[in-house]
């Protein structure tokens, strides 16, 4: 029976471990809280939980030597560390996350030891990767040229559960959702590069419609100029990844950002409240919280930026639980307590990829989209969508469906299209739509 170990017990973590022990691998799960990991596994025969902290490299070094793959579901900082002792001893690694210089610089080894190391096999990245290879491949074989590729992301509460000012609760790392608020961002639209700092990123964002959804908003995604080489299309005139949100947030992001509650450097927290916090990284009066937030933010006491503010607490006298941290810190905290889904709740992940092409002598547009929802068992869709793509590839490499080597996304016919087949199954369906122009 092929051993598989996975780091972590995190949010995404189940999906994946009742996945890999139905398909009859033997499953250890290597965590700080054992609770959480028998939770998972629920007294299965092949699973088997496995305290263990990050820093005991010589333990982690047995449990992947004991192993024939790792998936990493620790914070994106630990996956180079695990890669490079999965090569040591030549075994295979799999991770939702990004691929970072680190990890691409393990490819030439990775390759000499005959080992893969898959990244960005989730959702964003991973199935929207997938989903976009699947056309793009589809217009080269027809002999078209892909002119414009635009992709847009977005987990978010069912629309009956978006109930709050903020109109979002977290289903996944709460403070790796703030920080995402503070990256920069780059695309191409029709041939000029366009570069907005975190600063300012929620001033660039665009209002759509989903058919029986309603409206949206969507704002910039890192940077998507890298997409044109890594999917085959470098002489694409648009391109641009973004992330979806119900409408509203862009401008209460803007104001949160300006009044400093992002920042992250270390000040004195104790006994200090939230509402202090406010005046002190502003110079505005306490006694005059309100008024001169709406005065240095220009907007109106009746502005739903200012009803969000006012729910989540910020004016409140509520003491921070931390005596030194940073602004950032302890927002997060604030925002864990009231965006949290409660049992029943169904959150919903939208992920549209659309494609122009031109065929010489008419143009065509492509769409793919997928609407999920989490289910009442309280599994959310954000874990279905993440956890499944990466359970399938670790699936697919144990049987040897997938004999790639070196440090891999999952852009590949090899890859995607097993996977995007299997992910059907699951429920996890895109639907594909035409259109000529």
């Keep these: 029976m092929k051993k598989v170990l996975i780091l972590g017990a995190g949010m995404v973590a189940k999906p994946i471990v009742r996945y890999l022990l139905e398909n009859g691998f033997s499953v250890t799960v290597a965590t700080r809280t054992v609770s959480k990991a028998n939770a998972i596994i629920k007294g299965h025969p ?10 005991e490299e010589e333990k982690l070094h047995e449990l992947v030597k004991n192993s024939d793959i790792v998936v990493s579901l620790l914070p994106y900082a630990y996956h180079v560390r695990v890669a490079k002792i999965c090569l040591q001893h030549k075994k295979h690694l799999v991770t939702t996350s990004y691929v970072r210089k680190e990890m691409e610089e393990l490819d030439k080894e990775a390759k000499d030891k005959g080992v893969i190391l898959l990244n960005e096999i989730g959702l964003d990245p991973g199935i929207d990767h997938m989903s976009a290879m699947r056309m793009i491949d589809k217009v080269k074989n027809e002999n078209g040229k892909v002119v414009s590729f635009r992709s847009y992301c977005g987990a978010l509460p069912a629309p009956q559960y978006a109930d709050n000012p903020f109109k979002y609760k977290f289903s996944w790392s709460p403070k790796g959702a703030v920080l995402a608020a503070k990256n920069d961002a780059r695309f191409l639209i029709d041939g000029k590069e366009i570069y907005v700092p975190g600063r300012i990123l929620f001033s660039h964002f665009f209002s759509f419609t989903i058919e029986n959804l309603g409206e949206f908003e969507v704002y910039p995604n890192r940077d998507s ?4 080489e890594k999917y085959g299309i470098e002489d694409v005139k648009t391109i641009f990844r973004g992330t979806i949100r119900y409408p509203g947030w862009c401008n209460l992001w803007n104001s949160i950002k300006k009044l400093s509650l992002l920042e992250e450097k270390e000040m004195e927290m104790k006994d200090m409240s939230y509402r202090k916090l406010l005046a002190v990284l502003n110079g505005f009066n306490e006694e005059n919280i309100v008024e001169d937030t709406l005065s240095y933010l220009g907007i109106k006491e009746d502005s739903s930026v200012i009803e969000a503010l006012k729910w989540v607490g910020i004016f409140e006298d509520k003491k921070i639980d ?18 949290s889904y409660k049992p029943g709740e169904k959150d919903m992940v939208i992920l549209r990829d659309e494609i122009i092409a031109d065929y010489g002598t008419f143009q065509k547009k492509l769409l793919s989209i997928l609407v999920d929802f989490g289910d009442v068992d309280g599994e959310t869709s954000v874990a279905r969508t993440v956890a499944l793509p990466a359970a399938v590839g670790v699936k697919l490499i144990l049987e040897g469906k997938i004999d790639l080597k070196g440090v891999r996304i999952p852009v590949e016919r090899e890859i995607y299209e097993p996977v995007l087949s299997e992910l059907e199954k699951l429920n996890i369906k895109l639907k594909e739509e035409e259109e000529k122009l």
């Design 225 to 228: 100029i890298p997409y044109r």
């Design 46 to 55: 092949n699973g088997r939980a496995e305290q263990w902290l990050v820093d």
């Design 322 to 339: 931390m005596d030194r941290g940073t602004p950032l810190d302890a927002f997060v905290k604030l925002l864990e307590e009231k965006l």
